[in-house]
């Protein structure tokens, strides 16, 4: 069954210090990628998507994302994290062009220390 | 412009009463899709609107769990026969027809059966 994996439950960073969030997906073909930032009590919004082409996508917020195949991962990564960056983060996966569902990973939770 | 609306945004109800959730998608979007989202877990898929059309159930969506979308403008989500498993934040998202996957969420209402 397709699956999105998100390894850490919780990850502390010092602010100003680089951030990578690891997200791996178990599907047959290519997938549509996705990370989300939830801040509490709001909704999802989108960071960046990966549908094709460029493997290294940019996004929102200074964040970037690169698509490895042969690893099946679509890790997050952010040069100098901003405390406003604490918040929780997913990844997802679309698997097909309709543009339907998608599958969420269980999401990481980053903190920011000053 | 104001976004996808979600109402109410908190909910407590006795197990076994019935509860119905409210969301307005952006006025453009014709489809239209409920998640559900239990603590420590990402969203999960429920059920996808296009315009008045429900096109996709989830399995999750039990006989207990019904959603309609008349006149493919807003939608309704009820439960019946309410459950403390159903405890959960219910998320609404829209998108229009020329863009997949391109989702807005709502901020979400929780729900907690007591």
């Known amino acids: 069954a397709q699956s999105v994996t998100q390894p850490d439950i919780h990850i502390t960073v010092s602010e100003g210090a680089s951030l990578e969030l690891r997200c791996n997906y178990s599907?047959?073909?290519?997938?549509?990628l996705f990370w989300y930032v939830q801040s509490p009590g709001q909704g999802l919004q989108l960071l960046l998507k990966?549908?094709?082409?460029?493997?290294l996508v940019q996004g929102i917020k200074g964040f970037e994302a690169e698509f490895k195949r042969s690893q099946s991962s679509f890790n997050l990564r952010k040069p100098s994290v901003h405390w406003s960056d604490a918040a929780e983060y997913f990844c997802?996966?679309?698997?097909?062009?309709?543009?339907?569902?998608?599958?969420f990973g269980k999401g990481t939770t980053l903190s920011v220390s000053s | 412009d104001t976004g996808v609306s979600q109402d109410p945004r908190h909910k407590i109800t006795k197990r076994g009463q019935n509860v119905t959730f409210r969301c307005d998608p952006i006025?453009?979007?014709?489809?239209l899709y409920w998640y559900r989202q239990t603590l420590g877990q990402g969203p999960e898929f429920l059920t996808y609107?296009?315009?008045?059309?429900?096109?996709?159930k989830s399995r999750l969506l039990s006989d207990r769990f019904s959603a309609e979308r008349p006149k493919g403008s807003f939608s309704t989500l009820e439960i019946q026969r309410t459950e403390q498993g159903d405890s959960a934040m219910y998320l609404c998202?829209?998108?229009?027809?020329?863009?997949?996957?391109?989702?807005?969420f709502g901020s979400g209402t929780r729900l907690t059966v007591v």
């Open positions: 599907y047959g073909a290519t997938p549509y």
């Open positions: 997802a996966v679309g698997l097909n062009q309709a543009g339907t569902a998608l599958i």
């Open positions: 990966y549908f094709s082409g460029d493997t």
């Open positions: 006025s453009e979007h014709n489809r």
């Open positions: 998202a829209s998108s229009p027809d020329t863009q997949n996957y391109g989702y807005t």
């Open positions: 609107f296009q315009n008045e059309a429900q096109l996709e």
